[in-house]
């Protein structure tokens, strides 16, 4: 199976569409999507038309925007206060169906059979950041997958696991470049986030996506290049702070 692996689109109508133009070649059985489609960018309905609108088999778990933009309430215990006014915004102008599409999202994690298991935040809580090992092990403990999709931190990342000798060995390691293949090990078990769609933040501005070939298991990353310039008018036409805008250009 082939899979093609999206996250934290975050309401970035053009990253999107710049990422499923360059996937759009590539063969894949399924999509998976892990979560936070809207909150800091300026088109939620229409990130939220794309996805619904995607052909084929799509699997998806909900993220903590796509929460707490059903339930802004909760923004006060969980976002700062840029996170927060975004989600209040999206909450605003949601149109029935995409307020009925994301409260079908399921809570994460789902284990799709075929080694694969997608979450949002970490297996053991969709809140929770996966950034040190140490957070890792504590994922590895809630997951029995082979490889398992996170995103939440939009830092393209590996976790792997694995024993040398009698013990476990645990290696965390970032994916930096602009088409990155990672051959996994049968034998380990694997923590995988494939950066972030709409609001890269490791530096590098351009969006992030996977595609993962369980047959193979082999993981492919890309970067894309994107309308930012696009992005950023539709965050301040919104009337949404300006360094939501801003830190497109900056990919942080
Ligand atoms: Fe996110």
């Not at 399924?30 to 995607?54: I, K, M, S, T, W």
């Amino acid at each position: 199976m082939r899979y093609l692996i999206l996250s934290d689109v975050h309401a970035n109508l053009e990253a999107l569409r710049a990422v499923l133009a360059h996937a759009a070649r590539k063969s894949r059985d399924a999509v998976l999507f892990l979560g936070d489609a809207v909150g800091y960018g300026g088109a939620p309905n229409q990130v939220l038309e794309l996805l619904r609108g995607l052909k084929g088999r799509v699997v998806s778990v909900r993220g903590n925007h796509d929460r707490v933009t059903l339930d802004a309430s909760q923004g006060v215990v969980f976002f700062n206060y840029h996170a927060r006014r975004a989600v209040e915004w999206a909450a605003g102008v949601l149109t029935p169906a995409n307020r009925a599409f994301l409260k079908r999202l399921p809570q994460g994690p789902l284990d799709l059979g075929d080694g694969v298991a997608i979450c949002h935040g970490s297996p053991a809580d969709e809140d929770e950041y996966l950034l040190t090992e140490m957070e890792a092990l504590e994922g590895f403990r809630a997951t029995r997958a082979f490889v398992t999709f996170f995103g939440h931190s939009h830092v393209p990342w590996v976790f792997e696991l694995g024993t040398d000798g009698e013990r476990l060995s645990l290696a965390g390691y970032p994916l930096r470049g602009t088409r990155i293949t990672v051959d996994l090990h049968p034998d380990r078990q694997y923590l995988i986030n494939p950066g972030s769609v709409g609001q890269p933040r490791d530096r590098d501005p351009r969006a992030s996506y996977a595609v993962y070939d369980s047959r193979l298991r082999r993981l492919s990353l890309y970067r894309v290049p994107y309308d930012v310039a696009g992005a950023r008018r539709r965050i301040m036409a919104a009337g949404l702070p300006q360094v939501l805008a801003d830190r497109l250009l900056h990919g942080a």
